[in-house]
């Protein structure tokens, strides 16, 4: 089996709710995402995705990843999808860095491995131990008033698990989370949310100021050593995002305190890297969230099958980002119920992406 063609097209999932606001004046309605598609000369074909979250999010964007796509779908071509370790060390060998990018190549062939086997995604990176799992979604950075009703109506669609969105004025988001904290039932997951945009000392007071409310903090500087003077002396449990990356990055982790960590498959740069540093963290004792940047379908069929492998003694929860967008390119599956989601059955990512729907390719590799 060979790879024959690759196909890179451009689409736009909406943000369901309106505005996606986030610290340091991010925002979003929609952003432009990027899917691939690769068949084997089998006839076999397999899908990945990769939607970042603007340009100032993590570093990298629509037009970078896509000028990797073309030198990297260029030398992959004749080559076979389903070595995956092959595969990735030819992306390597031709491009340094540019995980995002690869990350949505690997993708599609782990989904063509997976069609080539009989077997869904899940079976092939640990074996399905969690039949279903829990969601989480993201809360907008708003008023408290309007944290709290977010809250309050994704609650009762079943969600329990709740990433409320601060990093900016620390009186101002101590009052969102108390707000957001209050309207949430009891055994509901709370997350004080930075995405790395406080100040040391606006995360210091952040921090003080939400100490004896049953809620988590998550990253709130932008490095790790910074959290983890941010965090000193707190009895807060904290969670690291943005600023894991690589395996050496889980013990730093760690060793600043942190009992959780949430792994993105783009900026880890695939699912093997993902499922490898998923199982290193379950050993080192840490929780772990599954998610990526942004997306639909695709991504998250990807995102359910690393947790359907996952410990379920260590995971956490999960992101199911067609449900906070409308980027149903699959008929908007998985599908999640109650709150709880699925990895499909069937073999590699499970879905069908209906192609036509997508228009013309923004460029097709040949060979």
Same mark, same amino acid.
């Given at each position: 089996?060979?790879?024959?063609?690759?196909?890179?097209?451009?689409?736009?999932?909406?943000?369901?709710?309106? %505005?996606?606001?986030?610290?340091?004046?991010?925002?979003?309605?929609?952003?432009?995402?990027?899917?691939?598609?690769?068949?084997?000369?089998?006839?076999?074909?397999?899908?990945?995705?990769?939607?970042?979250?603007?340009?100032?999010?993590?570093?990298?964007?629509?037009?970078?990843?896509?000028?990797?796509?073309?030198?990297?779908?260029?030398?992959?071509?004749?080559?076979?999808?389903?070595?995956?370790?092959?595969?990735?060390?030819?992306?390597?060998?031709?491009?340094?860095?540019?995980?995002?990018?690869?990350?949505?190549? +690997?993708?599609?062939?782990?989904?063509?491995?997976?069609?080539?086997?009989?077997?869904?995604?899940?079976?092939?990176?640990?074996?399905?131990?969690?039949?279903?799992?829990?969601?989480?979604?993201?809360?907008?950075?708003?008023?408290?008033?309007?944290?709290?009703?977010?809250?309050?109506?994704?609650?009762?669609?079943?969600?329990?698990?709740?990433?409320?969105?601060?990093?900016?004025?620390?009186?101002?988001?101590?009052?969102?989370?108390?707000?957001?904290?209050?309207?949430?039932?009891?055994?509901?997951?709370?997350?004080?949310?930075?995405?790395?945009?406080?100040?040391?000392?606006?995360?210091?007071?952040?921090?003080?100021?939400?100490?004896?409310?049953?809620?988590?903090?998550?990253?709130?500087?932008? +490095?790790?050593?910074?959290?983890?003077?941010?965090?000193?002396?707190?009895?807060?449990?904290?969670?690291?995002?943005?600023?894991?990356?690589?395996?050496?990055?889980?013990?730093?982790?760690?060793?600043?305190?942190?009992?959780?960590? %949430?792994?993105?498959?783009?900026?880890?740069?695939?699912?093997?890297?993902?499922?490898?540093?998923?199982?290193?963290?379950? +050993?080192?004792?840490?929780?772990?969230?599954?998610?990526?940047?942004?997306?639909?379908?695709?991504?998250?069929?990807?995102?359910?099958?690393?947790?359907?492998?996952?410990?379920?003694?260590?995971?956490?929860?999960?992101?199911?980002? %067609?449900?906070?967008?409308?980027?149903?390119?699959?008929?908007?599956?998985?599908?999640?119920?109650?709150?709880?989601?699925?990895?499909?059955?069937?073999?590699?990512?499970?879905?069908?992406?209906?192609?036509?729907?997508?228009?013309?390719?923004?460029?097709?590799?040949?060979?």
């Amino acid at each position: 089996m060979k790879i024959t063609r690759i196909e890179v097209f451009g689409y736009r999932p909406q943000y369901a709710h309106g %505005n996606y606001v986030m610290s340091l004046g991010r925002e979003a309605t929609h952003e432009n995402g990027t899917l691939v598609r690769i068949t084997a000369s089998d006839g076999t074909d397999g899908w990945g995705e990769i939607t970042p979250l603007g340009s100032t999010y993590l570093p990298t964007y629509a037009g970078s990843i896509r000028a990797a796509l073309q030198t990297l779908g260029a030398a992959m071509l004749g080559h076979d999808p389903t070595n995956i370790g092959h595969v990735s060390r030819l992306m390597d060998m031709t491009l340094r860095g540019h995980g995002y990018a690869k990350s949505a190549l +690997e993708m599609a062939c782990w989904d063509i491995f997976g069609k080539a086997v009989g077997r869904p995604l899940a079976d092939l990176i640990g074996g399905r131990l969690n039949d279903d799992f829990p969601l989480y979604e993201a809360v907008p950075m708003g008023t408290p008033a309007q944290m709290a009703e977010f809250v309050r109506a994704r609650g009762e669609a079943g969600i329990s698990r709740f990433q409320l969105k601060v990093g900016g004025d620390p009186a101002d988001d101590v009052a969102r989370v108390v707000a957001a904290r209050a309207a949430a039932p009891d055994d509901a997951v709370i997350v004080a949310d930075a995405n790395g945009g406080w100040q040391l000392w606006q995360a210091r007071r952040s921090i003080r100021g939400m100490e004896g409310l049953d809620v988590l903090v998550e990253q709130p500087c932008r +490095e790790t050593a910074e959290c983890a003077l941010a965090h000193r002396g707190s009895t807060l449990p904290m969670v690291l995002d943005e600023s894991v990356v690589t395996a050496a990055d889980l013990f730093a982790a760690r060793d600043a305190g942190a009992l959780a960590v %949430n792994l993105k498959i783009s900026r880890v740069g695939g699912l093997a890297r993902t499922a490898a540093m998923r199982d290193l963290a379950q +050993e080192l004792g840490l929780s772990v969230s599954i998610e990526d940047m942004w997306g639909g379908d695709v991504i998250t069929a990807a995102v359910s099958h690393l947790a359907a492998s996952a410990s379920p003694d260590h995971l956490m929860f999960v992101s199911f980002f %067609n449900d906070w967008t409308d980027g149903h390119v699959a008929g908007h599956q998985p599908r999640s119920r109650n709150g709880r989601g699925r990895a499909p059955a069937a073999p590699g990512l499970g879905i069908e992406v209906d192609a036509a729907a997508l228009g013309q390719p923004v460029f097709v590799a040949t060979g």
